[in-house]
């Protein structure tokens, strides 16, 4: 007999209630890389991002430190920071990261983070944006 879905649903189900089936994500060998491979050109020293915004990719100070109007990370809730959300394109169009859209100031010059990178950064979030 083919193997059925509902015989998977269980199992799946009590991997997302334990906190150990996510993996640990690390600043250093996950978090980082994302941004000096995507970030880097335009949020570094006199980068334009910087110039508009404030927001530098440098290290992880200049990171918590976010933007010339406050914090852009919120530790443990990926849902109300604003790293989180400009990446995972849940902002308006125009301040969506790296900016992808004709209405944003650096237009079309980037493309949209992978699925998989854009969950890395919501797993460092929620798992306290440790510097680790
Ligand atoms: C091509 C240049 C460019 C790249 C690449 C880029 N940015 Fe930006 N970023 C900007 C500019 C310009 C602004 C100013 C805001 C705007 O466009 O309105 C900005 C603003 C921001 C802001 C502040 C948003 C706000 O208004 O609250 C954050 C956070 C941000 N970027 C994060 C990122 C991240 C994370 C990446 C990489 C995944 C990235 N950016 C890649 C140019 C860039």
Redesign the pocket.
């Known amino acids: 007999m083919a193997f059925h879905l509902s015989r998977a649903i269980p199992l799946l189900a009590l991997c997302i209630g334990l906190s150990g089936c996510e993996r640990e994500v690390s600043f250093a060998n996950d978090v980082q890389p994302?941004?000096r491979d995507?970030?880097v050109?335009?949020?570094s020293q006199v980068?334009?991002?910087v110039a508009?915004?404030g927001?530098s990719?440098n290290d992880y100070d200049s990171i918590m430190g976010g933007?010339k109007?406050g914090p852009?990370v919120v530790p443990g809730n990926s849902i109300s920071s604003?790293?989180y959300m400009?990446?995972a394109g849940k902002t308006a169009p125009?301040?969506q990261?790296?900016?992808h859209h004709q209405q944003?100031?650096?237009a079309e010059?980037?493309d949209a983070?992978s699925e998989e990178n854009i969950e890395v950064i919501q797993l460092w979030i929620d798992q306290g944006a440790l510097n680790n």
Request: proline share 6%; charged share 10%.
């Open positions: 994302i941004f995507h970030c050109e335009c949020h980068g334009e991002g508009a915004s927001f990719v933007t109007f852009v604003a790293l400009v990446v125009e301040i990261m790296p900016p944003s100031l650096a010059r980037g983070l």
